[in-house]
T-cell receptor, first 114, second 112 residues
Framework: KAGVTQTPRYLIKTRGQQVTLSCSPI?????VSWYQQTPGQGLQFLFE???????NKGNFPGRFSGRQFSNSRSEMNVSTLELGDSALYLC?????????????FGEGSWLTVV | SQELEQSPQSLIVQEGKNLTINCTSS?????LYWYKQKYGEGLIFLMM?????EEKSHEKITAKLDEKKQQSSLHITASQPSHAGIYLC????????????FGKGTLLTVNP
């Protein structure tokens, strides 16, 4: 069974541009969440989607947005990029079975803003 | 908001030695996850603990959850160079089972 797949793995953007990152969850998983990882702040929750609905959002500006499609694939978008948006963006998909939730992460997308 | 404190921040051990990493929460723990990360890569799921007193093992790694202390510990027996990496604990935040709050991580180096 394939794991969580994120594309692209690496990208470089210029300040002011926008970027879209893609995430394909593990087959059968309907919940997808996004995290930002930086050396200074560590791992921070961005948002989570379930059945195309955003259920929760972290403390990030409105420049960060996401969506989920009917096949559970998800995208996140960052508009008007700033240097501080340089980070590893991680997607996670989760399943709930036997009263227990299990959350699996992808390899991440490295974003560098110059 | 919930905060997780991991200790130690970094650890250097000789191959074959045992070690323990701790994760302490500022609030009640509902679900606690342990992950391993190689720098710049994704998080590898190790274990999820849910009930107080629960203990789980995966190969030479054992994790326990102490509900009263709001703490979890990760123990590695007979460490190997392959155990090297960053260990992260994450807790289900505010009872939401899909949002994790993470500790800052523990960097483990295993010298052969």
């Amino acid at each position: 069974k394939a794991g969580v797949t994120q594309t692209p793995r690496y990208l470089i953007k210029t300040r002011g541009q926008q970027v879209t990152l893609s995430c394909s969850p593990i087959s059968g998983h309907r919940s997808v969440s996004w995290y930002q990882q930086t050396p200074g702040q560590g791992l921070q929750f961005l948002f989570e989607y379930f059945s195309e609905t955003q259920r929760n959002k972290g403390n990030f500006p409105g420049r960060f947005s996401g969506r989920q499609f009917s096949n559970s694939r998800s995208e996140m978008n960052v508009s008007t990029l700033e240097l501080g948006d340089s980070a590893l963006y991680l997607c996670a998909s989760s399943s709930f079975a036997g009263g227990r939730n299990t959350i699996y992460f992808g390899e991440g997308s490295w974003l560098t803003v110059v | 908001s919930q905060e997780l404190e991991q200790s130690p921040q970094s650890l250097i051990v000789q191959e074959g030695k045992n070690l323990t990493i701790n994760c302490t929460s500022s609030k009640t723990l509902y679900g606690l996850y342990w992950y391993k990360q190689k720098y710049g890569e994704g998080l590898i799921f190790l274990m999820m603990l849910q009930k107080g007193g629960e203990e789980k093992s995966h190969e030479k790694i054992t994790a326990k959850l102490d509900e009263k202390k709001q703490q979890s510990s990760l123990h590695i027996t007979a460490s190997q160079p392959s155990h090297a990496g960053i260990y992260l604990c994450g807790a289900e935040s505010g009872g939401s089972n899909y949002k994790l709050t993470f500790g800052k991580g523990t960097l483990l180096t295993v010298n052969p």
